[in-house]
Every structure is written in structure tokens, then in C-alpha cells.
């Protein structure tokens, strides 16, 4: 069954519409430029061609519009999207995180971590780089196993910098 692009750009539109946003508030909300957002909407990429998958934008869009992050793919396939249940807002955080960054931390399921001190050993600077390797919701064991392993491999790259590396949950 071909994926009915068009149709799913129409009911992003529709959505961000009943919600009372217009393309570029969205834009800002989802932090990217405006280009994707019409180009989601229209149902073809900026270049013209037809979208191959969903994207994490698309997921961000349906999770701005109330939807779960499957509606996209529920839309896709002819039916409609699924109203998310409602996330009570969170309590006042003293957290200086961007909002986007904030929302990210929020969602999915945490798989693992890692803090990189990046300071030398003299530095009274505490500069650190910190990992927080997120999954969807519903992925599957076999799922979480074969991104925990690209993780795996990637987190080396990130431990051969110089400093202090902490180590991550379960290692």
C-alpha cells in the first residue's frame, strides 16, 4: 500500500491550525528553520521528491500537536492519529535547558549515559560533556539491544577524549 504523504501534510496542517499556531511559531517551536515545516505540510521534501520515512521532525510535530509519536505512521496508513495522553505540566524547574532540550530529556525511554570531563587535571574549570542516550517509548528488547550497541561503540570514540570519563549505568 503506497503512503499517502499528501494526506498526512493535509492533517499536520489541519492540527496546527485547530491549536492556533501558524508555520513559523511551529518552526520555532520545534527549533528548525521554517523550509521543513511547509515541506512536511505540503507532503513532499523541500527538493520536491516524496518523503521514504517519517521523520524525527514529523515525530516532534505530532507530539506539538497532541498527537503520539505513532500518529504519523497511523496517518500513513489510512487511519487517523491517536491523541497522546496529556503530560501534566511539569513543576517549576530551576533547569536553564532550553526548552527543546528539556522537552527531549521528558520523552522516550533512557537507556543509558555517559559524562565526559573534558577539564585537564590542573583545570578548576568543571567542563564536562554529558550523553543521555534516549529511545522510543515502544521500542522492542531487540530494538533497545541494537541501538545500546551502536551506542556501545560510539560511547569508545567519546571515552578516548582526554579528561575523566564517568561510567555509564550498567557498565
Given at each position: 500500500?503506497?503512503?499517502?504523504?499528501?494526506?498526512?501534510?493535509?492533517?499536520?496542517?489541519?492540527?496546527?491550525?485547530?491549536a492556533?499556531?501558524?508555520?513559523?511559531q511551529?518552526?520555532?517551536?520545534?527549533?528548525?528553520?521554517?523550509?521543513?515545516?511547509?515541506?512536511?505540510?505540503?507532503?513532499r521534501?523541500?527538493?520536491?521528491?516524496?518523503?521514504?520515512?517519517?521523520?524525527?521532525?514529523?515525530?516532534?510535530?505530532?507530539?506539538?500537536?497532541?498527537?503520539?509519536?505513532?500518529?504519523?505512521?497511523?496517518?500513513?496508513?489510512?487511519?487517523?492519529?491517536?491523541?497522546?495522553?496529556?503530560?501534566?505540566?511539569?513543576?517549576?524547574?530551576?533547569?536553564?535547558?532550553?526548552?527543546?532540550?528539556?522537552?527531549?530529556?521528558?520523552?522516550?525511554?533512557?537507556?543509558?549515559?555517559?559524562?565526559?570531563?573534558?577539564?585537564?587535571?590542573?583545570?578548576?574549570?568543571?567542563?564536562?560533556?554529558?550523553?543521555?542516550?534516549?529511545?522510543?517509548?515502544?521500542?522492542?528488547?531487540?530494538?533497545?539491544?541494537?541501538?545500546?550497541?551502536?551506542?556501545?561503540?560510539?560511547?569508545?570514540?567519546?571515552?578516548?577524549?582526554?579528561?575523566?570519563?564517568?561510567?555509564?549505568?550498567?557498565?
Amino acid at each position: 500500500m503506497e503512503r499517502d504523504w499528501e494526506r498526512l501534510g493535509r492533517a499536520f496542517a489541519k492540527a496546527r491550525t485547530a491549536a492556533g499556531l501558524t508555520q513559523e511559531q511551529v518552526a520555532e517551536r520545534l527549533h528548525v528553520s521554517r523550509t521543513p515545516i511547509q515541506a512536511i505540510e505540503r507532503g513532499r521534501q523541500p527538493n520536491g521528491k516524496a518523503f521514504t520515512k517519517v521523520t524525527a521532525t514529523m515525530r516532534a510535530y505530532a507530539r506539538l500537536v497532541g498527537w503520539t509519536e505513532e500518529s504519523a505512521d497511523r496517518i500513513l496508513d489510512g487511519q487517523e492519529p491517536e491523541q497522546a495522553t496529556p503530560v501534566p505540566p511539569p513543576a517549576e524547574s530551576k533547569s536553564d535547558l532550553p526548552p527543546a532540550v528539556d522537552r527531549e530529556l521528558r520523552s522516550g525511554k533512557t537507556l543509558d549515559h555517559a559524562v565526559v570531563h573534558l577539564g585537564g587535571e590542573d583545570d578548576e574549570d568543571d567542563f564536562r560533556l554529558v550523553v543521555i542516550v534516549k529511545g522510543a517509548e515502544n521500542m522492542t528488547e531487540e530494538e533497545i539491544d541494537r541501538r545500546y550497541e551502536q551506542w556501545r561503540r560510539m560511547r569508545r570514540h567519546l571515552q578516548a577524549i582526554p579528561g575523566e570519563t564517568d561510567t555509564p549505568n550498567g557498565s
